[in-house]
């Protein structure tokens, strides 16, 4: 399985990005989506996530700002990010983990897409 993430650009404060996350087989279906980002110097972190049930998690710093979807019928995520601050600037990677049908875990990640938020 591959995701593929794309989306990112450079955005003035107070803009808007859509990222999206396109899953290269139908195992999509069957795991928690989430989005994590990194800023240059700084450690991964978690941004947000959807699980099956269409339960949603955010970090503090995204949320209200933020919001995570997911298109099981064409393999896909995506993260709508309104209200852009310079202190989102970072590379953002899709994710997928879940387990198989034999009950095997499994943990995907997508490349980064870069956001820059300029101020």
């Known amino acids: 399985v591959q995701l593929q993430a794309s989306g990112g650009g450079l955005v003035q404060a107070g803009g808007s990005l859509r990222l999206s996350c396109a899953a290269s087989?139908?195992?999509?279906?069957?795991?928690?989506f989430g989005w994590y980002r990194q800023a240059p110097g700084k450690q991964r972190e978690f941004v947000a996530a959807?699980?099956?049930?269409?339960?949603?998690n955010y970090a503090d710093s995204v949320e209200a700002r933020f919001t995570i979807s997911r298109d099981n019928a064409k393999n896909s995520g995506y993260l709508q990010m309104n209200s852009l601050k310079p202190e989102d600037t970072a590379a953002y990677y899709c994710?997928?983990?879940?387990?198989?049908?034999?009950?095997?875990?499994?943990?995907?990640w997508g490349q980064g897409t870069l956001v820059t938020v300029s101020s």
């Open positions: 959807m699980a099956l049930g269409g339960g949603t």
């Open positions: 087989g139908s195992i999509f279906s069957t795991g928690t």
């Open positions: 994710n997928l983990k879940g387990r198989d049908r034999w009950r095997r875990p499994f943990d995907y």
